[in-house]
């Protein structure tokens, strides 16, 4: 069974430009949770979309986007990107809306300069 | 306050003794507990997860929680060195909510 994958895997982008990650869940999964990782902040959660709907959001200026597809699959947007975005960001998978099954993807690492 | 509070560590243990991991929380609304564990440069992995006053085993590891004292904690027995890991207690009141992580190292 494959597990989440995210691409691209490295990023390299210099400030106001934007980004768009993407993640593929696992097969059968229907929740996808985005998360920040930072040495200074750790694990911060971003948004969570359920069967294409945004079910929670965390404390992100609106620069930062998302959305599902119907086929589970996610993305997340970065506009303007600022130096203070470099940053691991992480998806997570779960077949439903509980997180005692979810999975981490390997993560986008994006470097802003 | 943070939401979700963490000894940052280290925490050194030996080989074959017993790890104590614990993490605080401030919201008494919160339902969930999670200990995730993640090696250095991987991704985070749940380990156990517990919802109701008390502990929970699975394996070597024991989750206990406490919600009146709003503490949750993470043991391991018979610690290995492939134990050596950041171990991350997350919590839901509305959204999962990470501390920043213990780091655990067993020495042979």
């Known amino acids: 069974k494959a597990g989440v994958t995210q691409t691209p895997r490295y990023l390299i982008k210099t400030r106001g430009q934007q980004v768009t990650l993407s993640c593929s869940p696992i097969?059968?999964?229907?929740?996808v949770s985005w998360y920040q990782q930072t040495p200074g902040q750790g694990l911060q959660f971003l948004f969570e979309?359920?069967?294409?709907?945004?079910?929670n959001k965390g404390n992100f200026p609106g620069r930062f986007s998302g959305r599902q597809f119907s086929n589970s699959r996610s993305e997340m947007n970065v506009s303007t990107l600022e130096l203070g975005d470099s940053a691991l960001y992480l998806c997570?998978?779960?077949?439903?809306?509980?997180?005692?099954?979810?999975?981490f993807g390997p993560g986008t690492r994006l470097t802003v300069l | 306050q943070k939401e979700v509070e963490q000894n940052s560590g280290p925490l050194s243990v030996p080989e074959g003794a017993i790890a104590s991991l614990n993490c605080t929380y401030s919201d008494r609304g919160s339902q969930s507990f999670f200990w995730y564990r993640q090696y250095s440069g991987k991704s985070p992995e749940l380990i156990m997860f517990?919802?109701?006053?008390g502990d929970k085993e699975d394996g070597r590891f024991t989750a206990q929680l406490n919600k009146a004292s709003q503490y949750v904690s993470l043991l391991i027995r018979d610690s290995q060195p492939s134990d050596s890991a950041t171990y991350l207690c997350a919590v839901i009141p509305d959204k999962l909510i990470f501390g920043t992580g213990t780091r655990l190292q067993v020495f042979p």
């Open positions: 997570a998978s779960s077949r439903d809306t509980d997180y005692n099954e979810q999975f």
């Open positions: 097969s059968g999964h229907r929740s």
């Open positions: 979309y359920f069967s294409e709907t945004q079910r």
């Open positions: 517990i919802y109701s006053n």
